[in-house]
């Protein structure tokens, strides 16, 4: 599915269950135009859940990959810009299990099946329970670097549960389906799987890189 990158806040924050306070809203977080006060640049690719769900009754499978906007300060690890992939899946009787399966081969195909990963619980407005994903820190093998903090792990992905308010809000009911999502940046696998120590250098145009 694709969404657009220029949107209004309601399919960017509010449809996800954001709080009129929720500090990503605020200014140095996200892209606010002047055309209007609430149009921005997306702050993720969660805009295309709630535009797919809007439009399409369940059961539903989606990947929506795209580029996503922050106002943030560019350094080695943060862009302004950078790519996620969105997924989900709404059905009925989708568990926990099921996302933890998905997660679990994605994360053994993609960095190996002798990489070790884990699952943290978390917090995103649009999923309860919220978990994030860590691999074992490609760089040290576990053992603790500057790269994983000294901790020996490498956050790759967020996901959780579909919130039963967002299901409300797109007129799916609750009681009848459940679904996960989850959401990852793209230039952050690549560089957890091939040690890429800088962001910058996928948009620096270089081509020996």
């Known amino acids: 599915a694709d969404s657009p990158e220029v949107e ?18 605020d200014m140095q ?14 702050s993720q690719t969660s805009n295309s859940q709630i535009r797919k769900m809007e439009k399409t009754a369940p059961p539903m499978r989606v990947i929506s990959p795209g580029r996503v906007y922050r106002a ?12 996620q992939v ?35 619980t978390s917090f995103f407005p649009f999923t309860e329970p919220s978990v994030e994903i860590d691999v074992q820190c490609i760089i ?5 670097c500057r790269t994983c903090s000294y901790n020996g792990w ?22 009848k389906y459940s679904g996960f999502a989850f959401g ?9 799987k091939f040690a890429i120590n800088d962001i910058r250098l996928f948009f620096n145009n270089d081509v020996r890189f």
């Not at 195909?109 to 943290?120: A, L, N």
């Not at 490498?154 to 009681?175: H, R, S, T």
């Open 72 to 83: 943030e300060a560019v350094s080695s690890r943060k862009n302004n810009l950078f790519h």
């Open 140 to 144: 040290c093998s576990g053992k603790g």
């Open 86 to 120: 969105e997924g989900f899946m709404i059905d009925k009787d989708v568990t926990f299990g099921d996302l933890k399966g998905v997660l679990n081969k994605f994360t053994e195909v993609f960095f190996g099946q002798s990489r070790p990963t884990r699952f943290r």
């Open 8 to 25: 209004t806040e309601y399919y960017n924050f509010d449809a996800l269950n954001f709080p009129p306070d929720h500090p990503a809203k």
């Open 29 to 42: 977080d996200t892209f606010y135009t002047l055309n209007a006060p609430n149009l921005l640049l997306r």
């Open 184 to 192: 990852m940046g793209v230039e952050r696998l690549a560089m957890l």
């Open 154 to 175: 490498l956050e790759i992905l967020g996901a959780g549960m579909i919130d039963p308010n967002v299901l409300k809000i797109v007129n799916i009911n609750p009681e």
